[in-house]
């Protein structure tokens, strides 16, 4: 099993940046990529970028690469997610999600075992 506690969320004006975490508990931090998500009211959940379990290699979704970046500190068994540049349209709640894996695979396919509870981000105009 993995918890996984997502913390950061608020309220940020545009063009602020803001800076998500995720800590994780109740197995090896590093035996499990990660990937960051996000739902807003009436939309589907959209994946924003994953990071791998031991090199910390990450891919990101188009909609946010060169704005987002994905870090992890494996001695703090805490993911990041650190938004820059955010527009009324990066509202939403904000997901961790961990998929237990043997290799250092990161992509747009993992299949997550694990979710957190989300925290909301909210970017006023």
């Known amino acids: 099993q993995v918890q996984l506690v997502e913390s950061g969320g608020g309220l940020v004006q545009a063009g602020g940046p803001l800076r998500l975490s995720c800590a994780a508990s109740?197995?090896?931090?590093?035996?499990?990529?990660l990937g960051w998500f996000r739902q807003a009211p009436g939309k589907e959940r959209e994946f924003l970028g994953a990071?791998?379990?031991?090199?910390?290699?990450?891919y990101y979704a188009d909609s946010v690469k060169g704005r987002f970046t994905i870090s992890r500190d494996n001695a703090k068994n805490t993911v990041y997610l650190q938004m820059n540049s955010l527009k009324a349209e990066d509202t939403a709640v904000y997901y961790c999600?961990?998929?237990?894996?043997?290799?250092?695979?990161?992509?747009?396919?993992?299949?997550?075992?694990?979710w957190g509870q989300g925290t909301q981000v909210t970017v006023s105009s």
């Open positions: 999600a961990a998929d237990i894996r043997l290799d250092d695979y990161v992509g747009p396919d993992l299949t997550y075992d694990y």
């Open positions: 990071i791998s379990r031991w090199s910390g290699r990450t």
């Open positions: 109740g197995r090896t931090f590093s035996s499990y990529a």
